[in-house]
Structures are given as structure tokens and as C-alpha cells.
């Protein structure tokens, strides 16, 4: 990745002023080129050696603490918080059918979750930073994470590696195409949902398709879990509070006129708190087992967790959103419900205060209409300098005045 342009020191300009027209076409030139080379969870070598020639050119010192991914720390010589910042890095196995110029180049791989995107700004974000590394009061960590689209993925390995251990908050951000693009969220409270696996086996007795009452049909009894399941969050859970319970397979069989022996299915819960979560996973498992039993079966339920809830800490949100106001005016502050969707900053930001914002990509205009996981999904790439004006102006408000230290 070349790099055309280096902020210059300047101690008159807020440090999100320092983000001009150049550094603006950098990031979309860093975006596009690392939107070619798409890489899976775990596998992202080729991103992290774009990653390490962009950062090479800024002329930071890298830290290498997992096998892909990057951490940069730009500290001055003050004392301050320590305030990371996770730029997620993987792609998905999608095969790309946007047409762009600059789509993936790697067969049934495609960054068709917008963290080419996160890369970029958070290469925006030192290039910025670096220039003013030394009048900085305090240190920004910013975190080139792995593997956020898989369960126990990149949040948990840095974790593990103590990436977070000396921080005191944590911020991350992601593209949203369903939101307009000019606008970006920062939310109090939930923003990301709780998200976990749950695997449900049916045991029945197999046998001739012609001769179903010397049988236990596990399929039958599937589709009346399946059925009952739709109940857990329509009558059991408080209808003032959100939750979903989705089956997304369904395995059974192998031939049409044979009773199989058992049914496999899997799927997904998503919550905005830990009573939710739970309730779910004990209800779903409280139905499995019972109307397994009504038709003579047997049902065990397995929970795999997922992420939790990724909430953000009330007084960065108010910071965030006076850097909204403050970077683009009070008209690109949106107000954003939480989403169902996860995202493993959760984990980030149950260790230590965060906050997560949803920036706005979406739009007619730049055709940005598909939502993220699709093949087609592509973003407004105006959303790239709004990112990094915001996080830059959120930054620095939070260093010049914590609200919130470890303690
Ligand atoms: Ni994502």
C-alpha cells in the first residue's frame, strides 16, 4: 500500500481538522486496495502484510501479539489514559457480485462486512496521530483485530494476549449500510446484541416410511420444536424487551421413504441483556426437551456461547456524540436503535468502558442499498472521512478529559 500524504504538525488544529482532501483520498485509495484482497477469520496474512507496508510508510513501531492483525501504540510523553482503538480485519466466505472496479480478487472471499473500511480509517487515525504522537497526553492503542465474524475469534485471542490489560477505555466503530451515510450513532446502552449458537438433537426410532406407528418420527417431532420455539420469544419474553431465537438448519434423513433415527438443528439467539440471554437458552431447551417427550422422543439442547452484548459505557456515548456534533453538526447525530446483529467488541467492552458507533454508509446515491453479508453489499465511501473525523474529535475530547479511568 503507498502512502501519498503525512499530516503535518500543527498544535493550532483540533486534531480531526487535521483530516483533509489528500488524506481523505488516501483512506479511500487504503480501503479500496485492501477491499481486493479479502481474507477469512484467522487467515488474514496478505491483509496484514498491506497493513504492516501502510503503517511501515507512517513510520510506527508495530506490535505483532497474534499471528495476523496488528497494534500500533502512539503515546506522548505525558502522562494520560490509555485509550484503545479495534479496527476489525477479516472478510467473509462470500463470493463478491458488486462488479467494482476493485472487488476481491480471491475467489469465494469477499470483505462483505465493511471492515476494509474499519482498516482504513484506523490507518487514517495513525497517520493523524502519529504526527502529533508527541503532544499527546496519554497513549491510543490502535488494535488491527483478527477474526471478528467467527465465535471465540479475534476479541478473545487479545484478550488472552493482554492487549487489553493497561487500557482504560475502548472504542470502535462500524460502517452501517442501513444507516445514511453523512450521520453517525453513538448510543447509550445496547448497541450490539448478544449472540449465541443453540444445537438441538432429536432422538427417535427409525423405520419403514410406510409403517410410522412402530416408529418415533424425529422429523414430526422437529417441526413441532420448531413450531413451539416461535413461542419463546412471543409469550415468554417481556414484550417491551427484544430478543430472537432463529433455527437456520435443519438436518435429517436420507432417504423419502425412510423414518431416520434422529434430527439435528441449529440456530441463533440474540439479546440486549444477560436475563434475556439467559431466558432464551432456558426456555428453548425447556421446550426442546418437553415437546420431544409429548411425541415420544428425545430432545438435548446445546448452548455454544457466542458474544455478549456490546454496551456502551453512558459517558463516552455523551463524549462521542459531542464529537459528532462538534466534527459534522448536530444534524449527523442519528438516533440508531440497537441492532440484533453481534460483534465480538462485546467482549472488549465488557472488560473495560466502551463505546461502539454505528457510522452511517448506506444510501441510494452510492448504490449502497445492500445490508452488510451480502454479495453485493458496497458503502458510501464519504463514510470513511466521517468515521475518522469523529473518532479523532471523540479522542481527543477523552484524553484531554477521561471520564473514566481503571481502577
Ligand atoms: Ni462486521
Known amino acids: 500500500l503507498k502512502t501519498r500524504h503525512l499530516p503535518t504538525p500543527d498544535c493550532q488544529q483540533q486534531w480531526w ?65 490509555v485509550i484503545a482503538v479495534r479496527a476489525d480485519i477479516d472478510g467473509l ?3 463478491e457480485e458488486t462488479g467494482l472496479p476493485f472487488a476481491s480478487v480471491h475467489a469465494g472471499r469477499m470483505h462483505a462486512c465493511g471492515h476494509d473500511g474499519h482498516m482504513a480509517i484506523g490507518l487514517g487515525l495513525t497517520a493523524v496521530l502519529a504526527a502529533v504522537a508527541a503532544e499527546l497526553p496519554g497513549e491510543v492503542r490502535v488494535i488491527f483485530q483478527p477474526a471478528e465474524e467467527i465465535l471465540n475469534g479475534g476479541a478473545q485471542a487479545l484478550l488472552a494476549a493482554g492487549v487489553l490489560d493497561d487500557v482504560d ?46 416408529a418415533v418420527d424425529p422429523i414430526v417431532t422437529a417441526a413441532a420444536i420448531i413450531g413451539d420455539l416461535q413461542t419463546v420469544v412471543s409469550r415468554r419474553l417481556d414484550p417491551a ?21 434422529t434430527a439435528l438443528m441449529t440456530g441463533t439467539t440474540r439479546a440486549h441483556s444477560a436475563t434475556v440471554r439467559e431466558l432464551l437458552h432456558r426456555e428453548i431447551g425447556r421446550v426442546a426437551e418437553n415437546v420431544a417427550r409429548a411425541h415420544g422422543a428425545e430432545a438435548t439442547c446445546v448452548i455454544v456461547p457466542g458474544v455478549p452484548v456490546t454496551m456502551n459505557d453512558p459517558a463516552m456515548a455523551a463524549v462521542m456524540t459531542g464529537a459528532i456534533r462538534e466534527a459534522l453538526g448536530p444534524d449527523a447525530i442519528l438516533d440508531a436503535p440497537a441492532q440484533m446483529a453481534g460483534d465480538d467488541f462485546g467482549f472488549l467492552a465488557e472488560r ?42 471523540g479522542l481527543q475530547r477523552l484524553m484531554d478529559e477521561p471520564v473514566t479511568t481503571r481502577p
Open 169 to 214: 477505555m475502548v472504542v470502535g466503530l462500524h460502517l452501517w449500510s442501513l444507516l445514511p451515510a453523512g450521520g453517525v450513532a453513538a448510543r447509550v446502552g445496547p448497541v450490539m446484541a448478544a449472540t449465541d449458537e443453540f444445537r438441538i438433537e432429536v432422538r427417535g426410532r427409525g423405520g419403514h416410511g410406510a409403517i410410522p406407528h412402530q
Open 241 to 261: 424487551l427484544p430478543g430472537v431465537v432463529t433455527v437456520g438448519t435443519i438436518h435429517a434423513g436420507s432417504a423419502f421413504n425412510v423414518i431416520p433415527d
Open 17 to 81: 481538522q487535521r483530516v483533509d482532501a489528500v488524506l481523505d483520498g488516501q483512506v479511500v485509495e487504503w480501503r479500496r486496495a485492501l477491499h481486493r484482497r479479502p481474507e477469512v477469520a484467522f487467515h488474514e496474512f496478505e491483509t496484514t502484510e498491506l497493513l504492516l507496508a501502510a503503517l511501515g510508510t507512517l513510520g510506527v513501531a508495530v506490535e505483532r501479539p497474534l499471528e495476523t492483525g496488528a497494534v500500533v501504540r502512539l503515546r506522548g510523553a505525558g502522562p494520560g489514559p
Open 352 to 393: 473495560v468502558p466502551g463505546c461502539y458507533l454505528l457510522v452511517g454508509a448506506g444510501g441510494e446515491e452510492a448504490g449502497a442499498t445492500f445490508s452488510h453479508h451480502h454479495p453485493r453489499l458496497t458503502i458510501d465511501e464519504r463514510s470513511l472521512g466521517i468515521g475518522l473525523r469523529v473518532l479523532l474529535a
Open 93 to 95: 466466505p462470500v463470493e
